[in-house]
């Protein structure tokens, strides 16, 4: 019974390789999020969705493509993965008027060697 | 250009004292401001908030304070206890915006 629930939940892959976290939330929410921890343990947001529809976009190179097949999903597919692309992402929800307090899944260690 | 700073990296407390968990912000336009939890190998939860127009929230052991004019809120927690050992997560918002977290502080809570 897992509010939001992410997988996998540690991803080693190589260099150059294409991957992708899922996620999933089944508290009703109708927005959706990809946060991504730094090494430097910031939090930054990089996607936002409402209803499907893409909201927040930050400076995000385009290799990384959400995508929303519906409101309780929003994945999150990486393509030529980079070294620099090494962090913990977290996916997380909320309610569209309560944008502030948002349930977070918990986090994929991703690992690019 | 981090807009929320977390300047301590950890803190130390006996439990059945309190904990002062501080943050520090730069954008005048911010208008929430949130305080997240966060256990090893799990997301961060939800713990307080307090909107800019008041100075102080109060929730259980949970206290925050938000001084405008020096662009600094605080978390207090009394008394502490050893389960309250986590990184903590400042966070602001601006209208409702997307969440700026700052760089989270680590509390150990001592028995």
């Known amino acids: 019974d897992t509010a939001v629930s992410q997988t996998p939940k540690y991803l080693v892959t190589q260099m150059g390789n294409d991957k992708s976290i899922k996620c999933e939330q089944n508290?009703?929410?109708?927005?959706m999020y990809w946060y991504k921890q730094d090494s430097k343990k910031f939090l930054k947001i990089m996607f936002s969705?409402?209803?499907?529809?893409?909201?927040i976009n930050e400076t995000v190179p385009n290799r990384f493509s959400p995508k929303s097949p519906d409101k309780a999903h929003l994945n999150l597919h990486i393509n030529s993965l980079e070294l620099g692309d090494s962090a913990v992402y977290f996916c997380?929800?909320?309610?569209?008027?309560?944008?502030?307090?948002?349930?977070f899944g918990q986090g994929t260690r991703l690992t690019v060697v | 250009d981090q807009q929320v700073k977390q300047n301590s990296p950890s803190l130390s407390v006996q439990e059945g004292r309190i904990s002062i968990l501080n943050c520090d912000y730069t954008?005048?336009?911010?208008?929430?401001f949130l305080w997240y939890k966060k256990y090893p190998a799990e997301g961060p939860t939800f713990l307080i908030s307090?909107?800019?127009?008041?100075d102080k929230n109060e929730d259980g052991r949970f206290t925050v304070f938000l001084n405008k004019s020096a662009k600094h809120l605080s978390l207090h927690i009394v008394p502490s206890q050893p389960g309250d050992s986590a990184v903590y997560f400042c966070?602001?918002?601006?209208?409702?915006?997307?969440?700026?977290f700052g760089a989270g502080t680590i509390l150990r809570v001592k028995s």
């Open positions: 997380a929800s909320s309610q569209r008027d309560r944008p502030l307090k948002a349930f």
């Open positions: 508290l009703g929410h109708d927005t």
């Open positions: 969705y409402n209803n499907k529809e893409l909201i």
């Open positions: 954008n005048s336009m911010f208008d929430y």
């Open positions: 307090i909107s800019s127009i008041k």
């Open positions: 966070a602001a918002s601006e209208y409702g915006n997307k969440l700026v």
